[in-house]
């Protein structure tokens, strides 16, 4: 059974659902993407002209039309292969043998993998376009004067206020725990007594999700696995709107050959893949705003 099951498809809504779960950067995912030529992904935009005056002699005035394609290659296609010994893998356990190197694979390599290339993607990408880099140091005292400013400037670049993502490195997220600026909500335990609940994870409507630091540099090496980049810097706070990239799953392979059909030796081959990619929408700069040093 194992040399004809890929078992990506088999496993496809349980991966979802732990993508879903545990890939910090999961809501950046963009559906219904069109690939053109299998690996380009192609995005027409629109730019129309504006009201003009009315002729109310010669009728409507007319603006122009440009319909302009952003043309992105995708680029990070992933793979690696294990090889079980037979003895290691009862013959009629085949699903969960595969299900085990799964879950242990996407759970301490592939999901940490994507959120680290995503989080580096948008950065290179947003500086390349011009973006500029916050590089102040921030503290309980500056946290959310911060945060106002990069508000600010997206509100005033008409970046859509609602679905707004603010990715922050746990003592990122301390800091706004223990703001002087925050008011702290008391909470009653059932007659067990009084707790303090300082758990943020909404600020102004704008979704906190709380990113290993590990997963937030500014460049990675991803020549074994995925490691910190000679000179990069860490990324402690990231406030994104989802609409300012694109970031797409193009392919995902997870297949367990049995003994026999490959020749590998006397054992199961296990090979999973995954191809895809994160690009910053050249004209959407202003939805990212980024603090690193």
């Known amino acids: 059974m194992g040399n004809n099951v890929n078992y990506a498809t088999v496993f496809e809504n349980q991966l979802q659902q732990k993508y879903a779960r545990e890939l910090c950067t999961a809501a950046l995912t963009t559906q219904g993407v069109n690939f053109v030529g299998g690996n380009v992904v192609k995005l027409p935009f629109l730019t129309l002209g504006g009201y ?7 009728g409507f005035a007319r603006a122009d039309v440009t319909n302009e394609n952003m043309v992105k290659t995708l680029r990070h296609d992933r793979s690696v ?8 893998v009862d013959e009629t356990n085949q699903v969960l043998a595969a299900t085990g190197l799964t879950n242990v694979f ?37 946290m959310l004067t911060i945060f106002d400013e990069y508000m ?8 859509p206020q609602e679905g707004r993502i603010l990715y922050v490195t746990p003592r990122v997220n301390k800091l706004l725990g223990q703001s002087n600026e925050l008011s702290r909500l008391a909470t009653v335990n059932d007659g067990k007594g009084s707790e303090i609940n300082r758990s943020i ?12 630091s590990s997963r937030m540099r500014t460049a990675f090496d ?11 810097q860490q990324i402690h ?14 392919h995902s392979y997870i297949k367990l050959w049995t003994p026999g059909s490959h020749t590998h030796g006397d054992g199961y081959l296990y090979q999973n893949r995954q191809y895809q990619d994160l690009f910053v929408i050249d004209t959407r700069v202003g939805g990212i705003a980024i603090n690193a040093n």
């Not at 991803?222 to 990069?232: C, K, L, Q």
């Open 201 to 212: 994870r909404m600020l102004d409507e704008v979704q906190i999700v709380v990113v290993p």
């Open 237 to 250: 706070m990231l406030l994104v709107h989802p609409t300012s990239v694109i970031a797409v799953n193009k």
């Open 152 to 159: 600010q400037a997206m509100d005033e670049a008409e970046v």
């Open 222 to 232: 991803f020549n074994e696995g995925f490691a910190h980049a000679a000179g990069s």
């Open 52 to 58: 003009r005056n009315h002729n109310r002699d010669g």
């Open 81 to 88: 292969e294990f090889f079980v010994d037979t003895m290691d």
């Open 106 to 142: 996407e759970t301490e390599h592939a999901i940490p993998e994507t959120d680290a290339y995503r989080v580096s993607q948008i950065f290179q990408q947003f500086v390349g376009l011009g973006g500029v880099v916050d590089g102040r140091n921030l503290a309980r005292n500056n």
